[in-house]
């Protein structure tokens, strides 16, 4: 770690959970987001601050001026960009010294997977869809890659972690959610979003995702529900399902 990296993370290196072994882990990470929507936003603002050093960013939209009121990585220049362009710029505009990666496009299972097998530290699905987040539970399951899973709609969010290095013992994204051909969406542009509130789940899957690449203590089994009118944490814990077909024993 040289001066000007000393001097730029030197906030983190006093704290005694990461310290310059932890910060050095960070500058050596690999984060994948899928979808730099309201989550992928503040998540990847603060993993490209704290010196994750490669980001690979996913998404297949443009901006539009519909974003802007909760996308805070986009400004109005950005309109009718594609929005992994404009995410990288911004980004780089915040820390020069990362290499961030996009994909314009919608990955498929294998795709997914080719990725994951390529080094990857850690997963935020971003997402805004039940069919997405089901492929993404799936192949970080089966690629063992620790998978940060965030979601939110109108004044309520969720939050999960799946430290799939530990499969054998934890349960999945379908244990909570199970796959029964689910096919209506909750969506922003249907339902409306108070713009905080992605933020603060945002937010959070960037400190899980931090929290995982130095191994400090993380949610595990663990399933937050945030209530903004209310402004309340509620705690859920969960099992493996047995039935599972995802991460059952009969499926692993």
């Known amino acids: 770690m040289n001066d000007k990296e000393l001097e730029r993370y030197g906030r983190h290196i006093l704290l005694p959970e990461v310290d310059y072994e932890g ?4 500058l050596n990470a690999h984060v994948v987001i899928v979808g730099v929507g309201g989550l992928g936003s503040p998540a990847a603002l603060y993993l490209a601050s704290s010196g994750i050093k490669k980001l690979t960013i996913c998404d297949f939209d443009k901006v539009d001026l519909s974003n802007l009121q909760r996308q805070i990585i986009y400004n109005e220049e950005n309109l009718n960009e594609k929005k992994v362009i404009a995410a990288k710029n911004n980004l780089l505009k915040i820390n020069s010294n990362i290499d961030i990666q996009t994909i314009d496009q919608k990955l498929n299972e ?11 530290d850690v997963l935020l699905d971003c997402s805004d869809n039940f069919h997405t987040r089901y492929i993404i ?17 109108r004044m309520q969010g969720q ?3 799946f430290d799939f290095r530990f499969k054998e013992k934890i349960g999945c994204y379908e244990c909570i959610f199970p796959n029964n051909n689910v096919d209506e ?4 542009a249907d339902h ?7 933020g603060i789940i945002g937010t959070m899957q960037a400190l899980e995702a931090i929290k995982l690449i130095l191994n400090i203590n993380n949610m595990q089994s663990k399933f937050l529900l945030f209530d903004g009118n209310q402004n309340e944490w509620k705690v859920i814990k969960y099992h493996k399902d047995k039935e599972c077909k995802i991460c059952s024993a009969s499926s692993i």
């Open 185 to 188: 969406e909750l969506r922003c």
């Open 137 to 153: 539970n799936k192949v970080s399951f089966k690629t063992s890659t620790p998978l940060v899973s965030g979601s939110a709609i």
């Open 192 to 198: 409306g979003i108070l713009a905080p509130v992605v």
């Open 110 to 120: 294998f795709e997914l997977e080719e990725l994951l097998n390529n080094g990857v």
């Open 23 to 26: 910060q050095q882990k960070l």
């Open 159 to 161: 939050l999960c972690v």
